[in-house]
């Protein structure tokens, strides 16, 4: 009898269906499973984008920033640049008692160590302080050839005439920087100012110049006006015999004025004692004060 291979059935044999029915896991497949898949990638595109979306909408927020960022700058370094600020202004537009109130308050700052009767022998009498209420203009520097010519008729009068003596202004423009002196004094030259007979503008500070430079130009030089910091002039007048106050009639101080860190003139201590002691503290100006040829002039 041959022995019966695993692979001879029998002509009655029915496959179990448990067996039958497990062949059909390796039937065609489920065309959703390609859907599926299909959503899949579309889904990571779509995540995609939205993160290019959001990545754009935080590049273009930034860019909004940065622009106005850059346009707060500017305003901010307009209104710098503008430097004549509204305090300093209205101060200077202040009718002449109570400049002299204001003034004799910081004369008394630079003297700490005087008395009450040894200050009165040197304040600045309010006739002495030149009313200039009637100017209601901006005190800006390209307003101040129009400001001499309106309200100092008197002080454009001489400056259009010729020089006399050598080293002997008709006006002195006290300021705290050498940078505005140099932009003062294109002011001073104007034209309008000066005409064709008008002497010459002095620059007068320390910055690049020494002492000696200025006495040896002031000796030789027939000047109508000089700009200058309160520390060369003050130099000039109480340590040399240079800078001559015989044609003196007017001092401009410059208080409109405000540097970088939003100080004026007197809002420094050394600018401020170098104003009330070396400038109108120098003998010969308060000589010239006292007897009422000189003008104090609040710009």
């Known amino acids: 009898m041959s022995g019966q291979r695993g ?16 062949g059909e896991e390796d039937g065609p497949s489920d065309p959703r499973k390609g859907d599926d898949i299909e959503g899949l990638l579309s889904a990571d595109e779509e995540a995609e984008q939205d993160e290019a979306e959001r990545k754009g909408k935080a590049a273009l927020t930034k860019r909004k920033r940065r622009e106005k960022e850059k346009e707060r700058r500017a305003k901010k370094r307009k209104l710098t640049e503008t430097v004549e600020a509204v305090g300093p202004q209205s101060l200077a537009a202040q009718p002449a008692h109570k400049l002299a109130d204001y003034m ?4 008394a700052k630079a003297f700490p160590e005087l008395s009450g009767l040894e200050l009165s022998d040197i304040l600045i009498p309010e006739t002495a302080i030149a009313n200039t209420t009637q100017w209601t203009e901006s005190r800006a520097l390209d307003r101040l050839v129009d400001f001499i010519i309106n309200v100092l008729p008197m002080l454009h009068k001489r400056l259009l005439q010729r020089s006399k003596a050598c080293g002997a202004p008709t006006l002195l423009f006290i300021t705290g920087a050498a940078l505005r002196v140099a932009d003062v004094t294109r002011v001073l030259k104007d034209k309008r100012l000066r005409g064709d007979k008008g002497g010459e503008v002095a620059k007068l500070f320390a910055k690049h110049f020494k002492l000696e430079e200025h006495v040896s130009y002031l000796r030789r030089s027939k000047i109508g006006s000089a700009a200058g910091t309160p ?25 409109s004025f405000r540097d970088a860190k939003n100080r004026n003139l007197f809002d420094i201590p050394e600018t401020r004692d170098e104003v009330f002691k070396t400038v109108l503290g120098a003998p010969k100006v308060l000589e010239v004060i006292k007897q009422g ?4 002039v609040l710009f």
């Not at 059935?9 to 039958?20: G, Q």
Request: with cysteine.
């Open 104 to 107: 004799s308050a910081l004369q």
């Open 7 to 22: 692979d001879d059935l029998e002509d009655d044999f029915v496959p179990d269906e448990l067996v039958a029915s497990s």
């Open 231 to 255: 520390g060369r002039i003050g130099k000039l007048l109480c340590e040399s015999e240079a800078l001559v106050v015989s044609q003196l009639t007017h001092i401009i101080l410059d208080i």
């Open 293 to 296: 040829k000189l003008q104090v």
